[in-house]
T-cell receptor, first 114, second 116 residues
Framework: EAGVTQFPSHSVIEKGQTVTLRCDPISGHDNLYWYRRVMGKEIKFLLHFVKESKQDESGMPNNRFLAERTGGTYSTLKVQPAELEDSGVYFC????????????FGPGTRLLVL | AQKVTQAQTEISVVEKEDVTLDCVYETRDTTYYLFWYKQPPSGELVFLIRRNSFDEQNEISGRYSWNFQKSTSSFNFTITASQVVDSAVYFCALSEAKAAGNKLTFGGGTRVLVKP
């Protein structure tokens, strides 16, 4: 069974540009989560999808971040326009059971905004 | 609000030594889950264990063991007879069972360096 995959693995962009990150969850996992780790900080929750619906987006830092999960399969996280403080590692995770399911993580996307 | 503290930022040991990673958590909920994840140099987060708040039985898996103590709000992780392949960053995390979606709250991580 394939694990959570994320694309790209690395992205280097200039301030003001747009970047779109993609996450493909484990097949059959209805729950999809985005987290990020900014340099020197803890891994922080961004948002949670149940199928195509946003269940909790309390961790989204501001309206420059837009997450979608069309069709309840893969998800994209767009940052527009990117700022220097958006640099970090963006992790995606998926789980099968909402309240007790273990979250399995992807390898992360390392974003550097110059 | 929930919080996870990993006071040790980095631990360095020589191969075959035991190493214990501390994790202290805060939550107001009576039902919650605790996790440990490993992040090897390749970067992905690898799930190691999940423990629910009603099960204080310690667990052993090979060279790994976990000590859960509700009285001290701690969920410590011990690697016995460490190996170079154990070198990684280890994260402790908490989720509250009644919170919608059981989002994880992570500690800051402990970097373990095992020298040959």
């Amino acid at each position: 069974e394939a694990g959570v995959t994320q694309f790209p693995s690395h992205s280097v962009i200039e301030k003001g540009q747009t970047v779109t990150l993609r996450c493909d969850p484990i097949s059959g996992h209805d729950n999809l989560y985005w987290y990020r780790r900014v340099m020197g900080k803890e891994i922080k929750f961004l948002l949670h999808f149940v199928k195509e619906s946003k269940q909790d987006e309390s961790g989204m830092p501001n309206n420059r971040f837009l997450a979608e999960r069309t069709g309840g399969t893969y998800s994209t996280l767009k940052v527009q326009p990117a700022e220097l403080e958006d640099s970090g590692v963006y992790f995606c995770a998926s789980s099968q059971v909402r309240y007790q399911g273990t979250q399995y993580f992807g390898p992360g996307t390392r974003l550097l905004v110059l | 609000a929930q919080k996870v503290t990993q006071a040790q930022t980095e631990i360095s040991v020589v191969e075959k030594e035991d190493v214990t990673l501390d994790c202290v958590y805060e939550t107001r909920d009576t039902t919650y889950y605790l996790f440990w994840y490993k992040q090897p140099p390749s970067g992905e987060l690898v799930f190691l264990i999940r423990r629910n708040s009603f099960d204080e039985q310690n667990e052993i898996s090979g060279r790994y063991s976990w000590n859960f103590q509700k009285s001290t709000s701690s969920f410590n992780f011990t690697i016995t007879a460490s190996q170079v392949v154990d070198s990684a960053v280890y994260f402790c995390a908490l989720s509250e069972a009644k919170a919608a979606g059981n989002k994880l709250t992570f500690g800051g991580g402990t970097r373990v360096l095992v020298k040959p």
